[in-house]
């Protein structure tokens, strides 16, 4: 499917587009201007988990419910490095992504990065791409880092890359759908 054919959601029709593509919201973008999508721009993702912002459109998402996209790990331990979203963000992403729609999808070896960006990689976060994602809904969930429930405005708000990786912890599943992308083992 061409992503022209996709419609944008309302909420992310405020972005710039790439190649097609909304600049989303916690998209990294480099000193000169050009988005990478396989980067999180992590002051902008903790300042969503710190304000309950959908990390697609920064919009608040209330009480919820939060979407989330992720692997069986992920899925079987209610655990998210990527931080919640609106349904639709959610639905449109799962769509949209090259990485989540396609069952070859690759996780990037290296990242450009240019002059004065610091890029860091968790060690704790998997660099295989899991076979099938889902895509889940909840009604709750809580921020964690190294299996501690953590207030975001606390002492790493301002160091996102000390004290380990966030993630969201989410509550009991109210959607769990495992077709939102063909499965590789499916090819």
Known sequence: MNIKDIPIPQQLQKFPLFHGYPVHYTVFVDANGKPNFKVMHEHRRIECFNKNLC???GEDLGDGPFAFI??????????FVDGPMGIECA???AI???FLSSPDGKYASIIPVSDGDKIVSYENVSNVRPSKMALVVGRSYKVQRNGYDVHVSG???NNPYG????VCVVGQYSRCDWN????SEEK
């Open 70 to 79: 992720g692997g069986p790990m992920c899925v079987k331990a209610h655990r």
């Open 155 to 157: 002492p790493h708000a």
């Open 91 to 93: 639905e449109y992403a």
């Open 55 to 57: 990390h697609l459109c």
């Open 163 to 166: 004290g380990g990786q966030l």
């Open 96 to 98: 949209a992504c090259p």
């Open 180 to 183: 939102i992308m063909p499965s």
